[in-house]
């Protein structure tokens, strides 16, 4: 257990809308179901609320942003500071010809079909990430040939001072899996579709749907892909290559399906599946002379 912020916090901070909760237990989180405690959760009303928080937030204490826990493995020991978590009131949705407004805590996969809905395209790759809005925006995902950065037009985003914050796409500094923007929380973003017919995008979703099924575990407890691809390489035919399909670790393991992703069997540590990946990185290594760059965002303290 981790002392108590929570009390001084909501005393400092009489306007606070939203919930704030001490010592949370963040497994049930994250995919990989795994991990200590955050030592406080915030979970804001709405931007306005958010706003205030981190304006009245001592700078000195330190907070880290969970999405929909899909692509972050939570250390054993947990979060020190505060654990932002956006909730209903980041889940707006419209559309204003073929273009989206959508908020940061909405799931890609819930845009792609809202986008069949109305005939609006371009949005169909999104069925194969999961995850979503904001953390998308902050990691330029893609999946199938396409990424965030091919439909983005603008966000808008609170800093750690409270103040809102407006980016154009220039602003952003995407690479791939990598956005240039630190020290924001995104809050809602603007996407660009094309025209499209409804009977096809359903079709391009469906297709994409299988391919997932197909190719990688996603009935399982996992955090997607596990390192990025370095260039001109497949990290999952690096990762086979190297003898890995399959290695075990405690409880964890090198999916069988699809090497790029490790998996929690059912009682493995987030320490068995930090582990299992930097073995995965040395055998590489060894083999193909390339270091694998960790794509799953590892937050927290070890565990003494």
């Not at 704030?20 to 915030?42: C, D, R, S, Y």
């Not at 809602?188 to 994409?208: F, H, T």
Request: charged share 20%.
């Amino acid at each position: 257990m981790f002392e108590d912020i929570v009390t001084p916090l909501s005393l400092s901070m009489p306007e606070l809308r939203g919930s704030l909760i001490a010592n949370v237990e963040l497994a049930p989180w994250t995919w990989f179901k795994t991990g200590g405690l955050a030592q406080a959760v915030f979970t804001p009303a709405d931007a306005e609320d958010l706003s205030y928080f981190l304006s009245h937030l001592d700078p000195d204490v330190p907070i880290f942003i969970l999405g929909q826990g899909s692509n972050v493995l939570v250390r054993d020991g947990g979060i020190e500071g505060v654990v932002i978590a956006l909730g209903p009131g980041f889940n707006d949705m419209s559309f204003q010809g073929e273009i989206a407004t959508i908020g940061a805590a909405s799931l890609g996969v819930k845009l792609a079909s809202a986008g069949m809905m109305v005939s609006v395209a371009g949005f169909s790759f999104l069925r194969g990430i999961p995850g979503g809005i904001g953390g998308a925006l902050r990691m330029n995902a893609g999946a199938f040939g396409s990424e965030i950065k091919d439909i983005f037009v603008s966000c808008e985003g609170i800093d750690r001072q409270g103040d809102l914050r407006t980016f154009a796409l220039d602003d952003m500094g995407y690479t791939y899996r990598h956005c240039g923007v630190e020290g924001v929380i995104f809050t809602r973003a603007k996407l660009r579709g094309k025209p499209g017919d409804q009977e096809q995008i359903r079709k391009e979703m469906a297709e994409i749907a299988e391919a997932r099924q197909a190719t990688q575990p996603v009935n399982t407890r996992t955090g997607g892909s596990t390192f990025k691809n370095p260039a001109g390489r497949k990290a999952w035919e690096l990762i086979d290559h190297a003898g890995c399909r399959g290695l075990v670790m405690g409880d964890a393991q090198v999916s069988e399906l699809h090497c790029n992703f490790l998996v929690n069997r059912g009682h493995a540590t987030a320490a068995d599946l930090e582990n299992l990946g930097e073995e995965v990185r040395r055998r590489v290594l060894g083999a193909s002379g390339i270091l694998l760059e960790w794509e799953i965002e590892r937050v927290g303290r070890h565990k003494n």
